[in-house]
Nanobody
Framework: QLQASGGGLVEAGGSLNLSCVGS????????IGWYRQYPGEPRELIAF???????NYEDSVKGRFTVSRDNAKNTVNLQMNSLKSEDTAVYYC?????????WGQGTLVTVSS
């Protein structure tokens, strides 16, 4: 299973760190993606990290968000800096390897302006 945490209320310009912790599967072999979802909209991929540590970011978060992994702790973190009101959303993580996928539950991030 996969568990996401770390959401909360923060002022614009502030920071939050989201964590995604896996258990019950070979976490280190999985690609981990972070998605966010606005009300009434589909989930969108904003960042990912591969099993080898390669990262990629959607343009709106590039330079502000950093994804990293600690395989010893089965954890992937999403450090979010310089938060904006438009970052307000529910954030999800997914672990994916070939046809195997695990979704974490969402964690709500609210940025007040």
């Amino acid at each position: 299973q996969l568990q996401a945490s770390g959401g909360g209320l923060v002022e614009a310009g502030g920071s939050l760190n989201l964590s995604c912790v896996g258990s019950g599967f070979m976490f280190s072999k999985y690609y981990i993606g972070w998605y966010r979802q606005y009300p009434g909209e589909p989930r969108e991929l904003i960042a990912f990290i591969t099993s080898s540590g390669k990262t990629n970011y959607e343009d709106s978060v590039k330079g502000r968000f950093t994804v990293s992994r600690d395989n010893a702790k089965n954890t992937v973190n999403l450090q979010m800096n310089s938060l904006k009101s438009e970052d307000t959303a529910v954030y999800y993580c997914i672990a994916r390897l070939n046809s195997s996928a695990y979704w974490g539950q969402g964690t709500l991030v609210t940025v007040s302006s």
